[in-house]
């Protein structure tokens, strides 16, 4: 997000840090699968990290090539989600880095801000496959079209927990 001085005066991980935040109850979590949806982008992604290794690493780290953990950091990375020894990786471990990059890490870390300010976190991670699940149904995710899925993708709890007229499930 821009910081644009009026509505939003600092970073929300700053804001956060210094306990600039609603002390209000919050819901939170992810799906075990949240990135399968952009399964096509990854195929792009392994092309380009086989071109360039430090295509591993999380833009979240804020490191660049002259940062002293830089090369640690993708040996790292590497061996976590593809094995140690592994620097290609499969489709479905891609599927978990960006699931972490994009929507765990950020959802994990605003759970602790809260909690570490005594504010009730409610937190989970939703694995149900179900005929509500709109991206599995739109893009006929399962098993067999995506190796190695189960469960949900990106979004895939919101019919669960609200009432939503109009979405085609």
Known sequence: PSVDGQFLTDT?????????FQRKPILTGSQNNEAVYVTPLIR??????NAQPAYVLPISYN???????WNSM???LQDFYFGAGNTAG????????????????ASHRTAMFYAAADVPVYYYE?????SLNFYNV?????????PGYVGATHSDE???LWHTPGIPV
């Open 63 to 69: 490191l660049s090539p002259a940062h002293a953990e």
């Open 90 to 105: 499969s489709e479905q471990q891609w599927v978990q880095l960006y699931c972490d990059e994009l929507f765990r890490f």
């Open 12 to 20: 929300p991980t700053n804001l956060m840090k210094s306990g600039q």
């Open 44 to 49: 792009t992604f392994i092309t380009a990290y």
């Open 126 to 130: 939703f694995r149900y496959n179900g």
């Open 138 to 146: 739109l893009l006929n995710l399962n098993p067999v079209t995506y």
């Open 74 to 76: 993708i040996s790292k």
């Open 158 to 160: 919101i019919p669960y």
